[in-house]
């Protein structure tokens, strides 16, 4: 199930190929095929149960509980010692469907009924299932060999300039306009400074090097943040969490992600608080703070209950919104078209809600969404981790496997937003990033990707788990 990696010299496209060709399960051990079994057994067991009592709130207090634990299993479970997007689509899933959903559950929340909900919950679960099953086990990259410290040093120093760049203007006042690109070009150059310091030869997870990444992270999620789209700063993390356990292989450092969520939960949450309070005195009061995270899927009940009275499916048309752009007439966001359901008095005035990435594909063809959702969601994101872990055993060739591990980083730390609202805002999202590097690239690349022998490796080095 590896990538085996491929001459420099081929068409870019035949990497692509290898990657996604690999992209099909392999043999799979018998003891992983038990547990799916169990699982499976699990979830017809728990719809079984929610069939004979679909008006029990306690119900999706299980539910959610069910979904945790399973999110938690496979973001450990899948990669070894190494973040990967597959397990970010769990871990995420826990939260956005599970935690979720038992907290809606626990408040009996009255804007959806229990039967909905329930079953809201136990779609999102059938989605992970599905995808852990189609995705498969995954692997740790293996990083044996290490770029020219000069291609290195001259990636991390290309980052810090345009992050120091970006705050000055800030201090300023010259980003108030272009707030989008700014939060996307800090985003990208804090990655840009992670990978040109994590990949010298002579990296240490406790080090000068690590302050610096954990010092820019801060910068983006202070100076150029806004208190919204919350989910920015959580695709950073998981951008850093990716390249952090590429380097230093430690499944400890995947279980501190667990133990720091509730904490980094319990920061955004009180961030938004605050922006609230900026935005009119007693705006907070009554509110968690994490309404974003937990309302998704009370609209995905919601949504079920609406088709259920005749509500119209998508059939696959909303998920064109990212090309609306292009011509008159084309679908909008998904967030928008759930206003309609969620709250009709606000619909059409750009507010815009989520119902999780089971919801998108619900909206679209109904429960047979979560079907079709599943092969297409774990052959994604197995193609991303795939990509980077090919990128991550070729990057001592130089700058543009650098750059290119840049890009696949950010989209496999983007993966939340996927989870949260479908394709459509992790997209876009991740589209907004883009522009800086395009420059980086014109700036730094000219002549290098046509005709360009990469450099010598000095050293071959394995890396240190002791690190």
């Known amino acids: ?43 017809c067991f728990l719809v079984g149960i929610h069939n004979n009592q679909p008006n029990d709130y306690g119900h999706s207090i299980t539910f959610g509980l069910v979904s945790v634990i399973f999110g938690v299993r496979g973001f450990i ?98 980003t108030k306009q272009y707030i989008t690109l700014t939060e996307g070009a800090a985003f990208t150059s804090t990655t840009m400074i992670a990978v040109g310091l994590l990949w010298r030869e002579n990296a240490r997870l406790m080090s000068a090097s690590s302050l610096i990444i954990a010092a820019s992270f801060l910068a983006y999620a202070e100076v150029f943040h806004s208190g919204q789209g919350r989910l920015r700063i959580v695709a950073l993390a998981c951008v850093l969490a990716i390249l952090f356990t590429i380097r230093f292989q430690r499944v400890l450092l995947k279980w501190l992600v667990v133990v720091a969520a509730p904490v980094a939960l319990f920061w955004l949450a009180q961030q938004r608080l605050s922006l609230q309070e900026t935005l009119a005195a007693g705006a907070s009061a009554g509110r968690t703070g994490l309404e974003s995270m937990t309302v998704p899927i009370v609209i995905f009940g919601q949504l079920l209950d609406a088709q259920a009275e005749g509500f119209p499916k998508s059939w696959g048309y909303n998920l064109l919104s990212t090309l609306s752009p292009l011509f008159r007439g084309g679908p909008e966001a998904l967030g928008y078209e759930l206003v309609l359901i969620h709250s009709p ?27 079709i959702a599943a092969p297409v969601l774990a052959m994604f994101l197995k193609l991303v981790d795939n990509l980077i872990r090919k990128n991550v055993e070729l990057s001592h060739l130089g700058r543009v496997r650098l750059l290119t591990l840049v890009v696949l980083a950010m989209v496999g730390g983007a993966v939340a937003d996927l989870v949260w609202c479908g394709q459509h805002i992790f997209i876009m999202r991740t589209l907004t990033r883009l522009p800086i590097l395009a420059l980086v690239v014109l700036a730094w690349m000219p002549g290098r990707f046509i005709n360009k022998r990469p450099k010598p490796v000095r050293r071959i080095l394995r890396v240190q788990n002791a690190r």
């Open 345 to 371: 008095a606000q619909y059409g005035t750009g507010f815009s809600v989520a119902a999780t990435a089971a919801g998108e594909a619900v909206y679209n063809f109904g429960l047979l969404g979560i079907l």
């Open 1 to 43: 199930m590896t990538c085996t990696p491929t001459p420099s010299n081929l068409h870019l496209a035949r990497p692509l190929y290898d990657c996604l060709m690999q992209t099909r399960m392999g043999a799979v051990p018998a003891g992983r095929i038990l547990e799916w079994v169990g699982w499976v057994l699990l979830l």
């Open 77 to 174: 479970g899948n990669g070894g010692a190494q973040v990967t997007a597959v397990g970010l689509f769990q871990f995420s899933s826990a939260l956005f469907v599970g935690f979720a959903g038992a907290y809606a559950g626990i408040e009996q929340d009255a804007r959806v009924t229990a039967a909905y909900l329930g079953t809201a919950i136990l779609a999102g679960i059938a989605l992970q299932l599905l995808v852990t099953i189609f995705a498969g086990a995954g692997k740790p990259s293996s990083l044996t060999a290490f770029p020219e410290t000069s291609e290195v040093n001259r990636l991390a120093g290309w980052g810090g300039g345009i992050l120091l760049v970006l705050m000055a203007a800030d201090v300023l006042g010259f």
